[in-house]
């Protein structure tokens, strides 16, 4: 399974919502806090692009040179059509500071040097060191996930009905749908026939490190659940 610093860094390198909250700023719209880009530098920080007007640039402008404490929040949310579509959620607490001259004209980065985090996702909870997520890599498939899975729900939707073969006991789920999908395996979330939701997990035979590994894959697990 990928570790916690590994689900967070691809929490954060990846599509999901996110926001920021700043002392001084608990009054600006949702919208407002939210980076229009985010990355994560060689040392684990965290950068965050806003217009330079916004009230997140503006918190960090009014602490000058003294280190304001921030928390990023993300909400990874499943791309398909699922009961309960919130996947995870992470908090990434720290120390945020205006990196000038990075950014382009009329927008400015902001530094989040990173102190706490905590995920809780569809693995768990788990606390990470930041010496941890510095050191993760986000999941290969992170840049594809939303799409391949938008994919298998609209173009395979009867090979992924019919992974319910290969669920034991519960054999015979009466809807399957992709749920989340990494370099180790397949999430999908099933209903029975009473409505009721559960997961299953099918781990592919070794990790995969492209959307061609991927494929091999993929087609192996449908070939076992037509056997």
Known sequence: MPSAAER??????STCSARLVVPGAAAAGEHELMPEARTVGTDGEVFLL???ASPAVRAATHAQDDELPAVLELTDVAPVAVPHRIRGRAWISGWLTR?????????????????????DDLWGDASVSPEDFAAARPDPLTAYETELLQHLAAAHDGHVQGLSHLLGPRAGARRVVPLALDRFGLRVRCRDER???FDARFDFPAPVADVHG???????LFDAAER
Not at 8 to 13: A, N
């Open 195 to 197: 409505g009721s939701s």
């Open 99 to 119: 990196a000038p001259g990075v950014a382009a004209p009329g927008h400015m980065m902001l530094r989040l040097e990173v102190g706490d985090i905590y995920v």
């Open 8 to 13: 967070t860094r691809t929490l954060v390198q």
């Open 214 to 220: 991927l494929r091999r894959a993929m087609r192996a």
């Open 50 to 52: 806003y217009p330079a």
